[in-house]
């Protein structure tokens, strides 16, 4: 059985709410040609994101809407299927959600642009919800506004996805780590609050795959639970770097029953001290790391994708 969504939004911190299962890749394909996408479907990631906005140039716009319809009829797990939206408050984003209402085959996630607000994301989600439609909405992070409000938004959303792009752009910097630091520390700050996935930037220096490597170990360090790509080579080193480890599920689950035997204090083991937090991090690796294999580790009932005709 495969877990399923956890509705937003959410008022109050993590602790108060299930465990979500957060994609650790998530892979981009623009939506210009159904071939394309279909093809993107053969690669190994978490989500597939079928993309209507920035890859998309204007006169294209209707007939990518026609791809995204056709492909979510074919899609193999639209569970595990996203669809990024146009920025709301244009045409464009009027003509997306119509489409995707009118879909029999409703995607798993809806990636919004450009947000500002919170108020942008309880609109879509009452808008999305009055058609039936119930996907886990991923905001991008790539406004001032929505890094000076992140706690805010996180509260109504089920994950922050970092859009470096247009964040660096309207601040006047390169694409680095330490111009974008304050905003992943912001994410991954207000995303451990209230429970929301948190997933980074995709790499734009395809030709340098250190950067890749050097990205994906400083944001798991921050607390960030994935990565988004444009390039399906790139996905070998993210799914490595950030879905569950064996290993890691193991050790975990060992450091949560020595602090048990120690009648939750302060316990030994390999040579380390572990209490209390170790514990406490520990089981929330191990409730992360059963969430995403049910829900991405292996194929389920897909038939909660799939409006009534």
Not at 47 to 64: G, T, W
Not at 239 to 256: D, I, K, S, Y
Not at 292 to 306: K, L, M, P, S, Y
Request: hydrophobic residues 45%.
């Amino acid at each position: 059985m495969t877990a399923g969504p956890i509705p937003g939004p959410r008022s109050g911190p993590a602790s108060t709410t299930p465990v979500r299962a957060v994609p650790r890749s998530i892979l981009y394909t623009p939506a210009l040609s159904l071939d394309r996408v279909v093809k993107a479907w053969s690669y190994d990631a978490d989500v597939h994101l079928i993309d209507l906005e920035d890859s998309v140039p204007r006169a294209a716009k209707a007939a990518a809407r026609l791809v995204c319809r056709d492909a979510l009829e074919k899609a193999p797990r639209p569970r595990n299927t996203a669809v990024r939206v146009n920025e709301l408050g244009t045409v464009e984003a009027l003509h997306d959600l119509l489409m995707l209402t009118e879909c029999p085959v409703r995607p798993g996630f809806v990636v919004m642009t450009m947000v500002r607000s919170a108020v942008e994301v309880t609109l879509l989600r009452e808008t999305l919800a009055a058609a039936g439609a119930h996907p886990e909405l991923y905001v991008t992070v790539e406004t001032v506004e929505a890094v000076t409000d992140m706690d805010a938004i996180a509260a109504v959303s089920d994950g922050l996805l970092l859009g470096s792009a247009d964040l660096a752009a309207t601040l006047g910097v390169e694409i680095t780590w330490p111009g974008m630091l304050a905003a992943r520390q912001a994410m991954a700050l207000a995303a451990a609050r209230y429970g929301a996935g948190c997933v980074d930037t995709a790499n734009y220096r395809l030709s340098e795959p250190a950067v890749l490597a050097e990205e994906i170990d400083r944001v798991r360090d921050l607390g960030f639970h994935g990565k988004a790509t444009v390039h399906p080579g790139e996905l070998d080193a993210i799914n490595a770097g950030l879905r569950p480890h064996p290993e890691g599920l193991r050790h975990a689950r060992q450091v949560t029953g020595a602090v048990s035997a120690a009648d939750g204090g302060i316990a030994v083991l390999d040579g380390n001290m572990v209490g209390p937090p170790f514990a406490r991090l520990a089981r929330a690796t191990v409730d992360r790391g059963d969430a995403w294999t049910a829900r991405f580790g292996r194929d389920g009932d897909e038939g909660a994708d799939r409006a009534p005709h």
